[in-house]
């Protein structure tokens, strides 16, 4: 089993800072990819930024300039620095994670639970 543990969401007035972590433990073989997504209300769940393993972080074009991805690859943790934060951003964020957990196996998609983000005066 993979679980993915999020921590970091919460409410910030516009222009405030948060920041998201992600941690993945159990089962791994192989991390190939961790990034974030966000869904707000009545919209579809849109990729914010990936960071995949010995590759380079690429961003949607809303987060460029106000978001970094990094990652700590000892840990398998995946934390998201959002700054200048908008109303815009208000949405649950959710890490995921594309790995194998064995050498002859394939790959899967794991996600947490998401977090809230709101970002209101």
């Known amino acids: 089993q993979v679980q993915l543990v999020e921590s970091g969401g919460g409410l910030v007035q516009p222009g405030g800072s948060l920041r998201l972590s992600c941690a993945a433990s159990?089962?791994?073989?192989?991390?190939?990819?961790m990034g974030w997504y966000r869904q707000a209300p009545g919209k579809q769940r849109e990729l914010v930024a990936t960071?995949?393993?010995?590759?380079?972080?690429t961003y949607a074009d809303s987060a460029k300039a106000r978001f970094t991805i990094s990652r700590d690859n000892a840990k398998n943790t995946v934390t998201l620095q959002m700054n200048d934060l908008k109303p815009e951003d208000t949405a649950v964020y959710y890490c995921?994670?594309?790995?194998?957990?064995?050498?002859?196996?394939?790959?899967?998609?794991?996600w947490g639970q998401g977090t809230q983000v709101t970002v209101s005066s």
């Open positions: 995921y994670v594309d790995l194998s957990r064995h050498w002859s196996w394939g790959r899967s998609d794991y």
């Open positions: 159990g089962t791994i073989f192989t991390i190939y990819n």
């Open positions: 960071f995949p393993t010995g590759g380079v972080a």
